[in-house]
Structures are given as structure tokens and as C-alpha cells.
T-cell receptor, first 114, second 108 residues
Framework: NAGVTQTPKFQVLKTGQSMTLQCAQD?????MYWYRQDPGMGLRLIYY???????DKGEVPNGYNVSRLNKREFSLRLESAAPSQTSVYFC?????????????FGPGTRLTVT | RKEVEQDPGPFNVPEGATVAFNCTYS??????FFWYRQDCRKEPKLLMS???SGNEDGRFTAQLNRASQYISLLIRDSKLSDSATYLC?????????FGSGTRLSIRP
């Protein structure tokens, strides 16, 4: 089992460029999440998907869009990157959004926007 | 006030010492709590769940104090490999909120 995988591991963008962060899990989990982590700020939820076919905003959704492509995959898109989006992005999954919040994280994507 | 707050540290303790840190939460409706460990430049990994009756796993003990709204993590006989950032998380209103983390450094 690979667990949760993310691509790319590192990315540098110029302001205004777009990109999609990919996430996949092989644990047959129903729920998936996207977080960003900034120094001193902890993990902040961007978007989540409680189950295939549903997505909901988290604490900091502005500037991002998501797609739950199927049960395994959950992508995060930055349409027009801004320097404020420089961060480490983590994808996570859990068995269920209701009964089990034990989350398993991917290795992260380090994004720099210049 | 943040929903989940932690002392950022760093806690710098000698190997073999016992160290404890707390995490306070503001939402009294929070139902479940967790401790995660995060190594430098790595992803968070679940360390242990926190049950109402307390939870012990080897050298690690987690406690929940609902009256004072905090959870604690105690590490006994600390090892160099325990050096990491420890994140607490609370679940309430169908969402999980993470604290900013407490940095622990174990010195030889």
C-alpha cells in the first residue's frame, strides 16, 4: 500500500500561473482533504470531500478549486497563483468524515509563488 | 481565540526526561481528539487517539480533561528520536481543527 501520494513534490510558479496538485489514496477511504501549512499557522483546511461526488469549502478556500475525480483521487487547482499561496500543501484521507477522523497524510507539495 | 491552541515551544529536554504538554480547545462540543507527530519537512502522522478514559501506548500517555477543556500528552523516558513537532487535533461540528504544534527537542 502506497497510502496517500501527492504530485509534484516541489513546484515554483510565477504570479498568475495556474497548476493542479494531484492526490491519490489506495486505502479505499471515503473522505479526502486538502490542507495548507504555513509557519506558526498549523494546518488549515482548504477543501474537503466527505464522499465521492461531494466537495465542501474549508477554512481558507479562496483562490482554490477542487475536483473529486473518483474515490481514489482528489485534485487541487490554483487558477491564478499569488505569492500568498506559497505554502506546503498536504492531502489527507480518512475512512469516513463522520465516524473516523483519523487522517492519513501524503508527503506534501512545497509550492513557491514568485 | 483559536479553537485549538498549543504552546509552540520549543521544549528542550535531556534524553531520559519526562515531558508533558497541553493543548486547549474552545469548542465544548468537540467529541474526538488526536495527537499527531510531524518530523521536520515531513507529513503529520497519527501518534494516538485521545479517549475520555485516557490512553497509553508505551512511553506515551494522552489524557482528556473535559472540565478544563484540554488534552495532554506525556512522554516518559524521552529518546532522541522523539524530537519532532506534536500537533493536537479536535473534532467537532463535522470538522477537524489542528493546533499549530508544539516543538520538542531532546538533547543527548
Amino acid at each position: 500500500n502506497a497510502g496517500v501520494t501527492q504530485t509534484p513534490k516541489f513546484q515554483v510558479l510565477k504570479t498568475g500561473q495556474s497548476m493542479t496538485l494531484q492526490c491519490a489514496q489506495d486505502m479505499n477511504h471515503n473522505s479526502m482533504y486538502w490542507y495548507r501549512q504555513d509557519p506558526g499557522m498549523g494546518l488549515r483546511l482548504i477543501y474537503y470531500s466527505a464522499s465521492e461526488g461531494t466537495t465542501d469549502k474549508g477554512e481558507v478556500p479562496n483562490g482554490y478549486n477542487v475536483s473529486r475525480l473518483n474515490k481514489r483521487e482528489f485534485s487541487l487547482r490554483l487558477e491564478s497563483a499569488a505569492p500568498s499561496q506559497t505554502s506546503v500543501y498536504f492531502c489527507a484521507s480518512s475512512e469516513s468524515g463522520d465516524s473516523s477522523y483519523e487522517q492519513y497524510f501524503g508527503p506534501g507539495t512545497r509550492l513557491t509563488v514568485t | 481565540r483559536k479553537e485549538v491552541e498549543q504552546d509552540p515551544g520549543p521544549f528542550n529536554v535531556p534524553e531520559g526526561a519526562t515531558v508533558a504538554f497541553n493543548c486547549t480547545y474552545s469548542n465544548s462540543a468537540s467529541q474526538s481528539f488526536f495527537w499527531y507527530r510531524q518530523d521536520c519537512r515531513k507529513e503529520p502522522k497519527l501518534l494516538m487517539s485521545v479517549y475520555s478514559s485516557g490512553n497509553e501506548d508505551g512511553r506515551f500517555t494522552a489524557q482528556l480533561n473535559r472540565a478544563s477543556q484540554y488534552i495532554s500528552l506525556l512522554i516518559r523516558d524521552s529518546k532522541l528520536s522523539d524530537s519532532a513537532t506534536y500537533l493536537c487535533a479536535g473534532v467537532g461540528a463535522s470538522k477537524i481543527i489542528f493546533g499549530s504544534g508544539t516543538r520538542l527537542s531532546i538533547r543527548p
